[in-house]
């Protein structure tokens, strides 16, 4: 059965790295869920910023938003119990993330198509409604 997550976020690395289009942020944060305590790490990707020299102008309002949960223990030789969230991060100034889990390990498959928001250091991730 699907559960309900609230992880709270503590922030390891944040590195932003300049294209041509933008920049893109690199993230990894600890997290344990309020809920049962289990621990975890996370590992995101996402674009601060879009912006292409072109006629017209594009500056797109939000951007794409990767990130991986995987939770621990995390042994030698063993995929550890994850999910892979996808959605958008928002370019207004809001900071908005939402989106959905789209992949998970077998033992947390019942967890695919459920929604997920990162607001104020807390990840929310809720069970697929039916």
Known sequence: MANSYKF???????????????????????AVDQNSQAQALLVATK???ASLEITPPFVAPASMLTATV??????????????????IHMLDGTDMETGS????????ADQIGGAFAFENGILTIDPPTS
């Open 101 to 108: 889990v789209s992949a998970a390990s077998g033992d947390l």
């Open 47 to 49: 674009r601060t910023n």
């Open 70 to 87: 995987m939770f621990l223990p995390i042994t030698k030789g063993n995929v550890p119990s994850n999910m892979t969230l996808q959605g």
């Open 8 to 30: 709270k976020l503590t922030l390891l690395f944040n590195q932003t790295i300049p294209d041509l289009a933008g920049d893109w942020q690199y993230a990894a944060a600890t």
